[in-house]
């Protein structure tokens, strides 16, 4: 069954910015937090969200579902096909959030805590079909980091991890299935060892905050974010890979290097932590830290994109899939008889949103480019160009595009896009874009293109699937009868010269 709507218990860091990666994949989230302040801190989490996912892709983004602040926990679990819980770590609460979540939400929907260290098992504890409880263990911001954590306890079944891990991927995430149960699972073991070790060093005053930061974030930081510590030291062992290495560097697992147990969390070291962050923060804002932090994930999202590598490859994956939703009027599979094939298509609207404006407050010449390939990408998803056609090595390549500019909008307005099909045979597509204003119908730009149809593999231009052929053939058999905008095929020229 398709998950449209979540329940969401806890509204803080982590549950609001789970908020915001579900309502910009199209899923209707119903949100319960007793804080006063859940409103206003959803919105600053959506506008960094928003602003994240824009600089991250050029894929149309924007806030697709529906968010509902709920009164009471059953007000948000009760008609939910998944829940996230992301409530304080406490055993204790969480038994009792569980205990309750599980009374009141359908006996088939999955419970997942958001928890970075307690056993599922322990949250199964008395509670009402404890089969569907796992744990989703994401990373902030979970808005754009992918990976999430999936564990089960012992009377969690296979199926509910598998329909976890299923819908983790379809929201842009990379599922990873922990495969036994152990307090802080994988990631989150790693990182409280050099978390402790760090303590160590700088209440010893061998480094202050900002020097082991930068031990990090000028080094292996960067390595860590496409290679990690076994891919690493394969590498460090040259031609004889990683037995050379171990046999080269494994008596050091017998030297004090470091330490299990953490230093203990006296006020002097409390204080001391607290001032050396107050100092490296230099007076940034929470907001301020957060964007910046945002900015370089995304640009390492892009660069790791560009080498289909680590979580750039699941970015590559979830781009498609941020086209896909974002042009409803053009589903894959739809009924093309649901369509008056009598006129141009409408299947693209949206919001200029305020990147797209320039000095002038009005819409960029690139940013119609942007919008135009934006109704193209409508087109192809209702011919069935999807995901799946690209798999295969198959898409269609724009060769020529005429844009003419007819009036003004600016950030903030609605718009709209109706297509026609000028013409077609099975390797090219020749088709025009009108964008109109939502509030009042003018037309404020036109693009004609030219399309051919290749093979992304061969690099060369081949005949269109048949079934693509087939729904385009069905739309240019209404559209050949619509009269040819007067502009189309024209050069660009100064009249009377």
Known sequence: MPVRTVGLVGG?????AWAARLLINGIDVRLYDPDPDLPSRMDKVLANALRAYRRMTLAPVAI????????????????????????????????????????HARPEVIISSSSSGLLPTDMQDGIAHPERVIVGHPFNPVYLLPLVEIVGGEKTTEETKCRARDFYAEIGMHPLMVRKEVQAFLADRMMEALWRESLHLLNEGVATADELDQAIAYGPGIRWAFMGPYLTYRIAGGEGGMHHFMSQFGPSLKWPWTRFDGPDLTEELLNRV?????????????VELERQRDNCIVSILQGLRVNDNAAGRVLSGYEEKLYRISHDGGRKGADLSDLDLARPLRLHAGVVPPEWVDYNNHMSESSYLQAIGDASDALFQLIGVDEHYHEKGLSYFTVETHLMHHSEITAGQSYYFETQILDLDSKRLHIHHAMHAAADDRVLATGEQMLLHVNTRESKSCPADPLVMGRLEKIFDGHRHLERPAHCGRSIGMPGR
């Open 64 to 103: 697709r579902g529906e968010l509902h602040i709920a009164d009471s926990l059953e007000e948000a679990v009760c008609d939910a096909d998944f829940i996230q819980e992301s409530g304080p770590e406490r055993i204790d609460l969480k038994k009792a959030l569980f205990r309750e979540i599980a009374g």
């Open 12 to 16: 803080g860091v982590i549950g609001s």
């Open 274 to 286: 607290t001032e050396q962050s107050d100092d490296q923060a230099a007076g940034r804002s929470i």
